[in-house]
């Protein structure tokens, strides 16, 4: 039995597979499965697995594609059959000490639930970011007071949880977990195609205190593309993620939080329907913006859709 399940949803990713694959396999720790869940790739994603000859690595493939990496996750993480649990992404690459420093902070701090760490960023031709993505996450960085002998941090459930209002400071592909929590706090939220990262670590923060390791320890690759229809269905789950935790008897206290989340969201998709000259569909969210929490900018932009010659720079 592995001591780590690697759990890695894979769409159309047979470009970024190697990359992502061998930084796994070139890992300090080995004691590992790598479950990697195909969710109805039509490029040579099959074909680049099949190259692989290592008994740690696992193939999953699915008859139909889900829309997004939840269902896939579920599946993977339901086949596991490590302890711990580490998400991780097709197209990003893990550095090698990643999955040893997680198991070691694991093991040597009982009361957390999981730990995530810091990253890298890259762009598609290989160059890195100077600076790490949490770098400028202050309010993360207000919570780093609680450390371990060996340097670790450990963040209490309610200053995790509350920090999450303020900022999504968990990267996906740094989280390792303990499968068994999973029974407490259930899974991957299905219904949701983007976003359902956050909506976990709300689940996840509520009640159990989580660890963190102030390294970068993968790189995160930032992919491009435009923003179009993907952005206006982002910020429509980031939305649902925010009206769950309303409606799950949230604290008075992170109301107003909850509430001015999900008003930069609405607030989003009408500039781009704006930006896409559909001023009506624009105006309907700007309004739905304010109603959650007004701002004098809504109003502006709202107004400035009756204007013939409207453009977004």
């Known amino acids: 039995m592995p001591r780590v399940s690697i759990i890695m949803p894979a769409y159309n990713s047979a470009s970024f597979l190697p990359d992502a694959i061998n930084s796994i396999l070139d890992q300090t720790f080995s004691d590992f499965e790598l479950i990697i869940i195909d969710d109805c790739s039509t490029d040579s994603t099959y074909a680049t697995i099949a190259g692989y000859d290592d008994s740690r690595l696992h193939y999953i493939q699915l008859a139909k594609n889900h829309g997004g990496p939840s269902k896939p996750r579920n599946i993977g993480i339901k086949e596991a059959n490590g302890e711990y649990i580490a998400l991780f992404d097709s197209d ?24 995530f760490t810091d990253c ?28 371990t002998k060996d ?47 956050r909506d976990m670590w709300f689940r996840l ?56 989340l999900i008003s930069r969201n609405y607030f989003s998709i009408g500039y781009i329907h704006q930006a896409q000259g559909n001023m009506t ?27 013939k010659a409207t453009t977004i720079p």
């Open 92 to 115: 990003d690459i893990m550095l090698p000490e990643k999955l040893e420093l997680g198991v070691t902070m694991l093991d040597s701090c009982r009361e957390i639930s999981a730990i």
């Open 120 to 147: 890298y960023r890259f762009l598609d031709n290989g160059m890195v970011y100077p600076d790490t993505l949490l770098q400028d996450y202050y309010g993360l960085k207000n919570l780093l007071n609680n450390y």
């Open 151 to 197: 340097g670790f941090f450990i963040l209490s459930a309610q200053d995790a949880f509350h920090n999450l209002f303020l900022e999504n400071y968990i990267p996906t592909s740094s989280v390792m977990l303990r499968k068994n929590l999973l029974e407490d706090i259930g899974y991957f939220d299905e219904a949701l195609v983007n976003g359902d990262d």
């Open 205 to 260: 923060c509520l009640n159990y205190s989580i660890g963190f390791i102030n390294s970068p320890l993968h790189k995160y690759r930032i992919r491009s593309g435009s923003v179009s229809s993907r952005g206006i269905v982002a910020h429509q789950n980031r939305i649902k993620v925010m009206k769950k935790q309303l409606n799950n008897g949230l604290p008075k206290t992170l109301e107003p939080l909850a509430n001015k």
């Open 281 to 307: 569909l624009a105006r309907e969210y700007y309004l739905k913006s304010n109603r959650y929490n007004f701002r004098v900018y809504s109003i502006i932009s709202y107004l400035k859709t009756f204007i």
